[in-house]
């Protein structure tokens, strides 16, 4: 059983940055793709970003390809995501995901565990 646990939501101005991290219980961390999902309202949940469990692939939607950046530190059993260049159709739930796979994928029903979600709202 994995629990994630993210923080570093919040509200923020049009191109500002914030940084989503994602804390995750167990002692196979590095065993464990991670993915960011994200849910506006009205709308269906979305990939993000995935990263592998040795961290050197990562994967990223077009929407977010070159503002968004996801790391992890297998040590401290967090993923992070590195938000710049923010806009206000950012503006969303966003989710960790972690998968009982080292390979990271864009699919939301290849993840076995999620958080309890973390608000980031991009005003104009």
């Known amino acids: 059983q994995v629990q994630l646990v993210e923080s570093g939501g919040g509200l923020v101005q049009t191109g500002g940055s914030l940084r989503l991290s994602c804390a995750a219980s167990?002692?196979?961390?590095?065993?464990?793709?991670m993915g960011w999902f994200r849910q506006a309202p009205g709308k269906e949940r979305e990939f993000v970003a995935a990263?592998?469990?040795?961290?050197?692939?990562?994967y990223y939607a077009d929407s977010v390809k070159g503002r968004f950046t996801i790391s992890r530190d297998n040590g401290k059993n967090t993923v992070y995501l590195q938000m710049n260049s923010l806009k206000p159709e950012d503006t969303a739930v966003y989710y960790c995901?972690?998968?009982?796979?080292?390979?990271?994928?864009?699919?939301?029903?290849?993840?076995?565990?999620w958080g309890q979600g973390t608000q980031v709202t991009v005003s104009l």
């Open positions: 167990g002692r196979t961390f590095s065993s464990n793709a």
């Open positions: 990263i592998s469990g040795s961290g050197f692939i990562t």
């Open positions: 995901a972690a998968r009982t796979a080292r390979d990271g994928t864009r699919g939301a029903s290849s993840y076995d565990y």
